[in-house]
């Protein structure tokens, strides 16, 4: 087991207290945290980082992506959300297969690794593609499918729902694959998406093989009242009446969800994820994010896919959640740097019950390493402050994900990325918007 120590740093911890820990020394055995303090510890160590009087700090828990949908950036922009989901993603996602995914999802770990990202939660098709890819770069994943179901009720059957089929075979391969680097979530894609039948085996799949669960709720306006106008509930009540919450579960957007919905969520257990620059793009509204807060539901931060966002810059998902919510509550204190950098750590780590998010002994070595020696992040008055207004995923110089450094100094050592985006030119990119001509057409 190699024992590393990380010296010379300035340690955000993540604690409860915020604690920021001057001429720390962090020490990692394995893919685990050993010891935090001021005092150097006893060696040997295997390997001394000298962290440079930077930052160090919990990675950063991406809470709701699409990771293959990297390969879609930008595309079909200036449409609400279901004007681009049904006349331009879902037919051009309809052309997919595993190794265009692949490319997809490649592409989209290089940014995320790159921009401090150790964890994330990810809801797609071709799962197991995603899985593979996401246990080769080392990273932390939740993985589901998104289950949908068009058909009428009477006519579903376990047997022969194509996502029922979908969820078994992801959860049977990969649950637990890599020491718990990948866990398997259930998932419903939405309400307006799915129907009863998938529901309550959904629920009881999550409860037999105690998995957790991943759905979009109340994203828009329209989903949200029509939703109401089937059940007279909302979709967060009318999928709790099947038992939907009944597990570890994390609600994706939430922007239109009412007091009685955040009540509901508070009871259960679920969890937010924030989506700001998603949401904001698409026009689907801002989620009140602080009186949630107020009514005791957990809350994470997720870019959602970079279709919808077009980056997977986690610390600009932090800025805008603060700035939004300060903005539209005339409140500077609505939610507070601490508050924000927490969504992003420790609270997107309880959302997706994981042990990290935290620099304390017991905790999974997710670290990264910020470089405030940049003109940008100087002078810092307040290291909380520099890194929700000021910092970018830019300044990221290490990654360290499961007590292995994936990343340093622009360097990747899990991921080939001129593979990578040779693959992406040059196979998935075709695939999906025809030949060269095309996609030079496209780009100008």
Not at 32 to 50: A, L, N, Y
Request: one cysteine or more.
């Amino acid at each position: 087991m190699e024992r590393i120590l990380l010296y010379h740093c300035r340690a955000l911890l993540m604690d409860e207290a915020n604690t920021l820990l001057e001429g720390a020394y962090v020490v990692v055995e394995g893919e685990t945290i050993s010891s935090v303090g001021t005092q150097r510890p006893q060696g040997p160590f295997d390997r001394e980082i000298d962290c440079g009087n930077n930052v160090l700090m919990p990675g950063l828990v991406n809470a709701h992506t699409h990771i293959p949908m990297t390969l879609l950036r930008g595309y079909g922009g200036g449409c609400d959300l279901h004007t681009w989901l049904n006349q331009w993603i879902f037919p051009t996602e309809a052309k997919l297969d595993g190794r265009a995914v692949r490319a997809g999802t490649g592409l989209a770990l290089a940014e995320l690794i790159a921009g401090g990202v150790t964890t994330i939660a990810d809801m797609y098709m071709h799962t197991t593609d995603i899985a593979q890819t996401v246990l080769e770069a080392g990273i932390s994943a939740n993985l589901s499918c998104g289950g949908v179901y068009f058909g009428a009720p009477a006519d579903f059957g376990p047997a022969t729902c194509k996502d029922c089929d979908n969820q078994r075979r992801l959860t049977e391969e990969w649950h637990g694959a890599g020491n718990g680097q990948i866990l398997v979530d259930a998932s419903i894609h939405g309400e307006y998406t799915s129907n009863v039948p998938l529901w309550q085996w959904m629920a009881a799949y999550a409860q037999e093989k105690k998995l957790g669960m991943h759905v979009h709720v109340s994203e828009t306006q329209s989903e949200h009242e029509a939703c109401k106008e089937r059940w007279g509930k909302t979709p967060l009540q009318i999928l709790d009446r099947y038992g939907v919450w009944d597990t570890r579960a994390i609600a994706a957007h939430c922007v239109w969800t009412t007091e009685e919905d955040w009540a509901l969520m508070a009871e259960k257990g679920v969890s937010c994820i924030h989506n700001p620059v998603s949401n904001l793009k698409l026009g689907s509204g801002v989620a009140w994010i602080p009186a949630m807060k107020r009514a005791g539901v957990n809350i994470a931060l997720g870019t959602d896919g970079v279709s919808s966002n077009n980056n997977h810059d986690m610390f600009e998902e932090m800025k805008f959640a603060a700035i939004l919510h300060n903005g539209v509550t005339h409140d500077p204190l609505a939610l507070l740097p601490r508050q924000v950098l927490a969504m992003a750590t420790r609270d997107g780590a309880r959302a997706l019950g994981r042990r990290t998010g935290q620099i304390a002994p017991g905790y999974t070595a997710d670290l990264i390493l910020v470089d405030f020696d940049r003109p940008s992040l100087t002078p810092c008055h307040s290291v909380e402050d520099n890194l929700v207004y000021s910092a970018r995923g830019s300044d990221v110089v290490m990654n360290m994900a499961r007590g292995k450094i994936i990343y340093k100094d622009g360097t990747f050592f899990t991921l080939d990325l001129e593979r990578i985006k040779a693959e992406v030119e040059t196979y998935a990119l075709p695939l999906l918007f025809g030949d060269g001509a095309s996609l030079a057409d496209r780009r100008n």
